[in-house]
T-cell receptor
Framework: GDSVTQMEGPVTLSEEAFLTINCTYT??????LFWYVQYPGEGLQLLLK?????DKGSNKGFEATYRKETTSFHLEKGSVQVSDSAVYFC?????????????FGAGTRLAVHP | EAGVTQSPTHLIKTRGQQATLRCSPI?????VYWYQQALGLGLQFLLW???????NRGNFPPRFSGRQFPNYSSELNVNALELEDSALYLC??????????????FGEGSRLTVL
């Protein structure tokens, strides 16, 4: 069945370091792909998305490219800030028999230190 | 425009009691989703309502139930509470169409603590 696999955390970085959080997926067809972020004590917010293969989603300095060859959607940022400390979730919509839901990876906690 | 709102923010119950959580979707959204986020774990899909009907449910026992009202707001009920039901319950909404890309808009959650 459809699934999302994320790299395990926590990821601990110093400010201005380069960030990569890996995400791979298994899906039927070519669904949209999402990265959501959850800041401490809050709900989830959409960070970025890509709706078709080879699309690059970007927001707040984060980027992710939808790569169908490797079934991946890795999240990257060139220079992280303390304010980026949060849990990041890769997500995939599943449409089956008229049903519609979003499935999430396990989440990767990022801690950025000054 | 108001986002997804959930109430209460925090709820403390004891084992065996019932909990009711509420969610108001973004205006115009007809679909409401409920997810459970237990401490240290990812999001587990609970329920999906659209146009007043339960469309899909995750792998949770029947004591987790809910409903969607004519104004598209939703209620999640958890009966016979167990300690492991302690979690953050997140509600999300979307405008469901056949061309929907699957993006969801989340509320800030209701934290349920079972003692």
């Amino acid at each position: 069945g459809d699934s999302v696999t994320q790299m395990e955390g926590p990821v601990t970085l110093s400010e201005e370091a380069f960030l990569t959080i890996n995400c791979t997926y298994t899906a039927t067809g070519y669904p949209s792909l999402f990265w959501y972020v959850q800041y401490p004590g809050e709900g989830l917010q959409l960070l970025l998305k890509a709706t078709k293969a080879d699309d690059k989603g970007s927001n707040k300095g984060f980027e992710a490219t939808y790569r169908k060859e490797t079934t991946s959607f890795h999240l990257e940022k060139g220079s992280v800030q303390v304010s980026d400390s949060a849990v990041y979730f890769c997500a995939l919509p599943v449409f089956s028999g008229g049903y519609n839901k979003l499935i999430f990876g396990a989440g990767t906690r990022l801690a950025v230190h000054p | 425009e108001a986002g997804v709102t959930q109430s209460p923010t925090h709820l403390i119950k004891t084992r065996g009691q019932q909990a009711t959580l509420r969610c108001s979707p973004i205006s115009g959204h007809t679909s409401v989703y409920w997810y459970q986020q237990a401490l240290g774990l990812g999001l587990q899909f609970l329920l999906w309502y659209d146009e007043g009907e339960e469309r899909n449910r995750g792998n949770f026992p029947p004591r987790f139930s809910g409903r969607q009202f004519p104004n598209y707001s939703s209620e999640l009920n958890v009966n016979a509470l167990e300690l492991e039901d302690s979690a953050l319950y997140l509600c999300a909404s979307s405008f469901y169409t056949s061309s929907n890309t699957g993006e969801l808009f989340f509320g800030e959650g209701s934290r349920l603590t079972v003692l």
